[in-house]
């Protein structure tokens, strides 16, 4: 059974770090594309950061030089290590997994909360 459990979210003060994990079991966990999105409330779902199997690393914009995301394929687990946290990094961030070629295939953890608030 293919299952993504995300742990480490929660509520931070504006400049204050979280880091996020994503076990992953149930597939090739070191063969996949995967990556964090995340969902403000009343906005649509965006990619945070992805990390190819090449270990080749992207980021949406406003968090580069704020956010890194890593994996350990001998744990099946990857991370967001987020730093300098704003007020707008707030929101529910799921972590994803995709195979490399097509047919793409994904799968999706349940999410974890990150509000950042004074």
């Known amino acids: 059974q293919v299952q993504l459990v995300e742990s480490g979210g929660g509520l931070v003060q504006p400049g204050g770090s979280l880091r996020l994990s994503c076990a992953a079991s149930g597939f090739t966990f070191s063969s996949y594309r995967v990556g964090w999105y995340r969902q403000a409330p009343g906005q649509q779902r965006e990619l945070v950061a992805v990390?190819?199997?090449?270990?080749?690393?992207n980021y949406l914009d406003s968090v580069k030089g704020r956010f890194t995301i890593s994996r350990d394929n001998a744990k099946n687990t990857m991370f967001l290590q987020m730093n300098a946290l704003k007020p707008e990094d707030t929101g529910l961030y799921y972590c994803y997994a995709r195979t490399v070629a097509p047919p793409y295939v994904y799968y999706w953890g349940q999410g974890t909360q990150v509000i950042v608030s004074s």
């Open positions: 990390i190819t199997s090449a270990d080749n690393t």
